[in-house]
């Protein structure tokens, strides 16, 4: 089991920077595979990165690639979202999930946390 908390999200102004963190409890985080996904007003929930056990693989959506970089520290317990140069586009409720592959997919997520509001203005 992996109990998921996201914090750091707000409001900011286009071009500007947020960093959220995804503080994570239970045995089997440090052997868990960690994703950020997001979800628009009105779109379905679509992948952001993911992060492999002990941090040395990632993946990342086109739409974020170099200017989201996604990290972990294993011995806090949390993964990191540093999110740069954010556009009024990237405004959505962001989520941490936890499973087992290093995949794009959310089914194969099957922790989640309660999510954290991103907004960004124009």
């Known amino acids: 089991q992996v109990q998921l908390v996201e914090s750091g999200g707000g409001l900011v102004q286009a071009g500007g920077s947020l960093r959220l963190s995804c503080a994570a409890s239970?045995?089997?985080?440090?052997?868990?595979?960690v994703g950020w996904f997001r979800q628009a007003p009105g779109k379905e929930r679509e992948f952001v990165a993911t992060i492999s056990e002990l941090g040395g693989r990632t993946l990342y959506a086109d739409s974020v690639k170099g200017r989201f970089t996604i990290s972990r520290d294993n011995a806090k317990g949390t993964v990191y979202l540093q999110m740069n140069s954010l556009s009024p586009e990237d405004t959505a409720v962001y989520y941490c999930?936890?499973?087992?592959?290093?995949?794009?997919?959310?089914?194969?997520?099957?922790?989640w946390g309660q999510g954290t509001q991103v907004t960004v203005s124009s």
């Open positions: 239970g045995r089997t985080f440090k052997s868990s595979v």
């Open positions: 999930a936890a499973g087992w592959k290093l995949v794009t997919t959310s089914d194969d997520y099957p922790y």
